[in-house]
Protein backbone atom coordinates (compact mmCIF):
# COMPACT_ATOMS: atom_id res chain seq x y z
CA UNK A 1 0.00 0.00 0.00
CA UNK A 2 1.32 3.56 -0.90
CA UNK A 3 2.21 4.98 2.45
CA UNK A 4 2.62 8.56 0.99
CA UNK A 5 -0.79 8.36 -0.47
CA UNK A 6 -2.18 7.07 2.87
CA UNK A 7 -0.78 10.00 4.88
CA UNK A 8 -2.23 12.38 1.98
CA UNK A 9 -5.56 11.12 2.91
CA UNK A 10 -4.91 10.70 6.56
CA UNK A 11 -4.43 14.50 6.04
CA UNK A 12 -7.53 15.28 4.20
CA UNK A 13 -9.48 12.89 6.80
CA UNK A 14 -8.48 15.23 9.60
CA UNK A 15 -8.74 18.09 8.05
CA UNK A 16 -12.48 18.08 6.19
CA UNK A 17 -13.86 16.03 9.70
CA UNK A 18 -14.69 13.36 7.03
CA UNK A 19 -13.81 9.79 5.60
CA UNK A 20 -16.29 10.51 2.52
CA UNK A 21 -15.67 13.96 2.18
CA UNK A 22 -11.39 13.12 1.78
CA UNK A 23 -12.74 10.22 -0.66
CA UNK A 24 -14.88 12.66 -2.88
CA UNK A 25 -11.41 14.17 -3.12
CA UNK A 26 -9.07 11.67 -4.04
CA UNK A 27 -11.98 9.98 -6.40
CA UNK A 28 -12.35 6.89 -4.68
CA UNK A 29 -14.80 5.41 -2.11
CA UNK A 30 -15.33 6.00 1.77
CA UNK A 31 -13.85 2.22 2.63
CA UNK A 32 -10.75 2.59 0.28
CA UNK A 33 -9.65 5.89 2.66
CA UNK A 34 -10.85 4.04 5.48
CA UNK A 35 -8.79 0.91 4.54
CA UNK A 36 -5.48 3.21 4.23
CA UNK A 37 -5.97 5.10 7.72
CA UNK A 38 -6.91 1.60 9.56
CA UNK A 39 -3.61 0.11 7.61
CA UNK A 40 -1.52 3.47 8.59
CA UNK A 41 -2.96 2.30 12.35
CA UNK A 42 -2.31 -0.90 12.26
CA UNK A 43 1.76 -0.53 11.28
CA UNK A 44 1.61 2.09 13.98
CA UNK A 45 0.03 -0.16 16.11
CA UNK A 46 -1.59 3.10 17.56
CA UNK A 47 -5.41 4.30 17.08
CA UNK A 48 -4.86 7.81 15.55
CA UNK A 49 -8.53 9.15 14.67
CA UNK A 50 -11.60 8.46 17.06
CA UNK A 51 -14.94 8.10 15.10
CA UNK A 52 -18.28 8.97 15.95
CA UNK A 53 -21.43 9.71 14.92
CA UNK A 54 -20.67 13.41 14.82
CA UNK A 55 -17.69 13.03 12.72
CA UNK A 56 -13.50 12.12 13.95
CA UNK A 57 -11.35 13.40 16.02
CA UNK A 58 -7.79 13.12 16.29
CA UNK A 59 -5.95 10.94 19.44
CA UNK A 60 -3.02 12.42 21.02
CA UNK A 61 -0.93 10.17 19.37
CA UNK A 62 -3.28 10.83 16.03
CA UNK A 63 -2.52 15.01 16.45
CA UNK A 64 1.62 14.12 16.12
CA UNK A 65 1.82 12.06 13.45
CA UNK A 66 -1.00 14.69 11.51
CA UNK A 67 1.57 16.92 12.19
CA UNK A 68 4.33 15.35 10.57
CA UNK A 69 2.35 14.63 7.86
CA UNK A 70 0.96 17.69 6.62
CA UNK A 71 4.69 18.85 7.03
CA UNK A 72 5.50 15.55 4.36
CA UNK A 73 2.81 16.45 2.16
CA UNK A 74 3.50 19.70 2.06
CA UNK A 75 7.00 19.08 1.24
CA UNK A 76 6.16 16.50 -1.65
CA UNK A 77 3.94 19.13 -3.19
CA UNK A 78 6.79 21.65 -2.88
CA UNK A 79 8.80 19.69 -5.01
CA UNK A 80 5.73 18.35 -7.73
CA UNK A 81 5.53 21.95 -7.85
CA UNK A 82 9.17 22.98 -8.43
CA UNK A 83 9.84 20.10 -11.18
CA UNK A 84 6.33 21.36 -12.96
CA UNK A 85 7.31 24.93 -13.12
CA UNK A 86 10.92 24.37 -14.28
CA UNK A 87 9.36 22.03 -16.99
CA UNK A 88 7.32 24.65 -18.27
CA UNK A 89 9.14 27.54 -18.36
CA UNK A 90 12.11 28.34 -20.48
CA UNK A 91 15.20 27.92 -17.92
CA UNK A 92 18.26 25.53 -17.13
CA UNK A 93 20.95 24.31 -19.57
CA UNK A 94 19.52 23.78 -23.25
CA UNK A 95 21.82 21.00 -25.36
CA UNK A 96 21.33 21.96 -29.19
CA UNK A 97 22.95 19.61 -31.80
CA UNK A 98 23.58 20.43 -35.34
CA UNK A 99 25.58 19.89 -38.01
CA UNK A 100 28.99 21.99 -38.31
CA UNK A 101 28.12 24.46 -41.21
CA UNK A 102 24.69 24.84 -40.58
CA UNK A 103 25.62 25.36 -37.08
CA UNK A 104 28.21 27.81 -37.65
CA UNK A 105 25.90 29.97 -40.16
CA UNK A 106 22.46 29.66 -38.93
CA UNK A 107 22.35 28.16 -35.37
CA UNK A 108 24.51 29.80 -33.28
CA UNK A 109 23.10 33.46 -34.49
CA UNK A 110 19.45 31.87 -34.01
CA UNK A 111 20.16 30.54 -30.45
CA UNK A 112 22.37 33.52 -29.57
CA UNK A 113 18.89 35.44 -29.93
CA UNK A 114 17.53 33.29 -28.22
CA UNK A 115 19.08 33.43 -25.42
CA UNK A 116 19.17 37.13 -25.32
CA UNK A 117 14.77 36.74 -25.07
CA UNK A 118 15.50 34.16 -22.42
CA UNK A 119 18.16 35.17 -20.03
CA UNK A 120 17.77 32.03 -17.63
CA UNK A 121 18.71 29.63 -19.97
CA UNK A 122 22.61 28.56 -20.61
CA UNK A 123 23.05 26.61 -23.97
CA UNK A 124 25.46 24.08 -25.14
CA UNK A 125 25.92 24.01 -28.71
CA UNK A 126 27.47 20.81 -30.12
CA UNK A 127 28.16 20.39 -33.74
CA UNK A 128 28.79 16.94 -35.43
CA UNK A 129 28.25 15.88 -39.16
CA UNK A 130 27.93 12.50 -38.16
CA UNK A 131 24.87 10.82 -36.94
CA UNK A 132 24.40 11.48 -33.40
CA UNK A 133 21.95 9.53 -30.66
CA UNK A 134 20.48 12.26 -28.52
CA UNK A 135 19.86 10.26 -25.80
CA UNK A 136 23.30 8.96 -25.55
CA UNK A 137 25.05 12.26 -25.98
CA UNK A 138 22.46 13.99 -23.99
CA UNK A 139 21.18 15.91 -26.49
CA UNK A 140 17.78 18.29 -25.56
CA UNK A 141 17.08 19.31 -29.02
CA UNK A 142 18.79 18.64 -32.56
CA UNK A 143 18.45 20.76 -35.66
CA UNK A 144 18.74 18.03 -38.87
CA UNK A 145 18.43 18.03 -42.40
CA UNK A 146 16.88 15.47 -44.74
CA UNK A 147 14.33 12.69 -43.99
CA UNK A 148 13.72 11.67 -40.44
CA UNK A 149 14.40 8.24 -39.68
CA UNK A 150 14.25 7.14 -36.18
CA UNK A 151 10.49 7.38 -35.34
CA UNK A 152 10.67 7.02 -31.64
CA UNK A 153 12.33 10.33 -31.59
CA UNK A 154 9.68 13.52 -31.78
CA UNK A 155 10.47 16.62 -34.21
CA UNK A 156 9.29 20.05 -35.78
CA UNK A 157 9.06 20.33 -39.31
CA UNK A 158 10.69 24.04 -39.72
CA UNK A 159 11.03 24.27 -43.48
CA UNK A 160 13.23 23.32 -46.38
CA UNK A 161 16.95 23.66 -47.20
CA UNK A 162 17.59 24.10 -51.39
CA UNK A 163 20.91 23.53 -52.84
CA UNK A 164 22.51 25.39 -55.88
CA UNK A 165 24.73 24.77 -58.27
CA UNK A 166 27.69 27.84 -58.40
CA UNK A 167 30.70 28.43 -59.61
CA UNK A 168 33.27 31.47 -60.26
CA UNK A 169 33.31 34.01 -63.13
CA UNK A 170 36.39 32.72 -63.93
CA UNK A 171 35.99 29.49 -64.25
CA UNK A 172 33.00 29.69 -66.06
CA UNK A 173 35.26 31.89 -69.02
CA UNK A 174 37.61 29.24 -69.61
CA UNK A 175 35.59 26.10 -69.04
CA UNK A 176 32.49 27.11 -70.54
CA UNK A 177 28.78 27.61 -68.90
CA UNK A 178 26.67 24.54 -69.07
CA UNK A 179 23.75 25.05 -70.67
CA UNK A 180 22.20 21.35 -69.94
CA UNK A 181 22.72 19.34 -67.09
CA UNK A 182 24.14 16.52 -69.65
CA UNK A 183 27.32 19.48 -70.07
CA UNK A 184 27.63 19.10 -66.28
CA UNK A 185 29.85 15.61 -67.15
CA UNK A 186 32.41 17.53 -69.41
CA UNK A 187 32.93 19.62 -66.08
CA UNK A 188 35.20 19.52 -63.26
CA UNK A 189 32.61 19.06 -60.04
CA UNK A 190 34.06 20.05 -56.40
CA UNK A 191 32.03 16.99 -54.81
CA UNK A 192 30.68 17.41 -51.25
CA UNK A 193 30.98 13.67 -50.48
CA UNK A 194 28.40 13.67 -47.19
CA UNK A 195 25.49 14.23 -49.63
CA UNK A 196 27.04 13.54 -53.63
CA UNK A 197 29.26 10.96 -52.54
CA UNK A 198 28.32 8.72 -55.35
CA UNK A 199 29.09 11.07 -57.78
CA UNK A 200 26.10 11.40 -59.00
CA UNK A 201 24.26 14.74 -59.31
CA UNK A 202 20.45 14.49 -59.77
CA UNK A 203 18.04 17.75 -60.54
CA UNK A 204 14.94 18.77 -62.00
CA UNK A 205 13.86 20.54 -64.72
CA UNK A 206 11.47 23.72 -63.96
CA UNK A 207 8.71 20.97 -65.51
CA UNK A 208 9.59 18.49 -62.17
CA UNK A 209 10.94 16.00 -64.53
CA UNK A 210 14.49 14.15 -62.67
CA UNK A 211 17.56 14.42 -64.45
CA UNK A 212 20.84 12.18 -63.06
CA UNK A 213 24.32 13.07 -64.25
CA UNK A 214 27.13 11.61 -63.67
CA UNK A 215 30.24 14.06 -62.25
CA UNK A 216 33.55 13.57 -62.19
CA UNK A 217 36.03 16.19 -60.04
CA UNK A 218 39.47 16.72 -58.66
CA UNK A 219 38.50 17.96 -54.94
CA UNK A 220 35.94 15.83 -52.81
CA UNK A 221 35.09 16.75 -49.20
CA UNK A 222 32.97 16.19 -46.24
CA UNK A 223 33.16 20.03 -45.50
CA UNK A 224 30.85 22.59 -46.90
CA UNK A 225 33.44 25.50 -46.57
CA UNK A 226 35.92 23.94 -48.32
CA UNK A 227 33.71 22.95 -51.23
CA UNK A 228 32.73 26.54 -51.29
CA UNK A 229 35.87 27.84 -51.25
CA UNK A 230 37.63 25.55 -54.10
CA UNK A 231 34.52 26.72 -56.22
CA UNK A 232 35.81 30.32 -55.46
CA UNK A 233 38.96 29.77 -56.37
CA UNK A 234 37.29 28.77 -59.71
CA UNK A 235 38.53 25.20 -59.45
CA UNK A 236 35.10 24.28 -61.10
CA UNK A 237 31.27 23.80 -60.40
CA UNK A 238 29.54 23.24 -56.86
CA UNK A 239 26.08 21.84 -55.51
CA UNK A 240 25.81 23.76 -52.34
CA UNK A 241 22.91 24.51 -49.94
CA UNK A 242 22.16 28.35 -50.55
CA UNK A 243 22.20 29.11 -47.10
CA UNK A 244 26.49 28.28 -47.64
CA UNK A 245 26.28 29.75 -51.24
CA UNK A 246 24.75 33.17 -50.90
CA UNK A 247 26.76 35.36 -49.71
CA UNK A 248 29.26 34.58 -52.38
CA UNK A 249 26.49 34.53 -54.87
CA UNK A 250 25.53 38.40 -53.28
CA UNK A 251 29.25 39.23 -53.62
CA UNK A 252 29.77 37.97 -57.44
CA UNK A 253 32.96 35.59 -56.46
CA UNK A 254 30.00 32.87 -57.52
CA UNK A 255 27.70 32.58 -60.36
CA UNK A 256 24.32 30.39 -60.12
CA UNK A 257 24.86 27.46 -63.15
CA UNK A 258 21.63 25.96 -64.66
CA UNK A 259 19.47 28.35 -63.33
CA UNK A 260 16.46 26.54 -65.12
CA UNK A 261 16.62 23.64 -62.95
CA UNK A 262 16.45 22.64 -59.05
CA UNK A 263 18.27 20.38 -57.53
CA UNK A 264 16.72 18.51 -54.07
CA UNK A 265 15.87 20.35 -51.02
CA UNK A 266 16.12 19.10 -47.75
CA UNK A 267 13.98 19.06 -44.69
CA UNK A 268 14.78 20.66 -41.77
CA UNK A 269 13.64 19.16 -38.69
CA UNK A 270 13.61 20.37 -35.23
CA UNK A 271 14.57 16.88 -33.53
CA UNK A 272 14.24 15.63 -29.65
CA UNK A 273 14.14 12.73 -27.96
CA UNK A 274 10.83 11.89 -26.67
CA UNK A 275 7.51 13.05 -28.19
CA UNK A 276 6.30 13.22 -24.46
CA UNK A 277 6.88 15.64 -21.44
CA UNK A 278 8.96 17.80 -23.38
CA UNK A 279 10.69 20.20 -21.39
CA UNK A 280 9.78 23.71 -21.19
CA UNK A 281 12.92 25.19 -22.49
CA UNK A 282 13.00 22.67 -25.44
CA UNK A 283 9.62 23.63 -26.20
CA UNK A 284 10.07 27.61 -26.14
CA UNK A 285 13.09 26.63 -28.46
CA UNK A 286 11.28 25.05 -31.39
CA UNK A 287 8.68 28.06 -30.52
CA UNK A 288 11.21 30.42 -31.18
CA UNK A 289 12.81 28.47 -34.50
CA UNK A 290 9.72 27.35 -36.04
CA UNK A 291 8.43 29.96 -38.74
CA UNK A 292 12.49 31.50 -39.26
CA UNK A 293 12.67 29.07 -41.88
CA UNK A 294 9.95 30.54 -44.54
CA UNK A 295 10.40 31.48 -48.13
CA UNK A 296 14.09 32.84 -49.02
CA UNK A 297 14.76 32.23 -45.32
CA UNK A 298 19.05 32.00 -45.91
CA UNK A 299 19.02 35.29 -47.17
CA UNK A 300 18.03 36.94 -43.64
CA UNK A 301 19.76 33.85 -41.50
CA UNK A 302 22.72 32.63 -42.75
CA UNK A 303 25.77 33.99 -41.88
CA UNK A 304 29.26 34.25 -43.91
Known amino acids: MDRLQAMEMFVRVVETG ?18 HVAAAEARLKVRLLNRNTRGVSLTE ?22 VRRRQ ?32 QVQVDLSFEDRY ?11 VRMGKLADSTLGARFLGMNPWVLVAAPGYLREAGTPRRPAELSGHNALI ?5 GDDIWR ?18 SNNLSAVLAAAREGLGIAA ?9 LDSGQVLEVLKDHNLPEQEI ?36
Open 18 to 35: SFSKAAREFNTTQPTVTK
Open 269 to 304: HAVFPSPKLVPGKVQAFIAFLQGRFGERWWETLAKA
Open 132 to 142: VDLVAQGIDVA
Open 61 to 82: PGALYYEKCKSIVREVEEADSV
Open 192 to 196: YSSVQ
Open 240 to 248: LPRYVAQAS
Open 88 to 119: SQAQGLLRIGTSVAFGRRVVVPLALEFMARHP
Open 203 to 220: LFTHKGEPVTVPVTGRLR
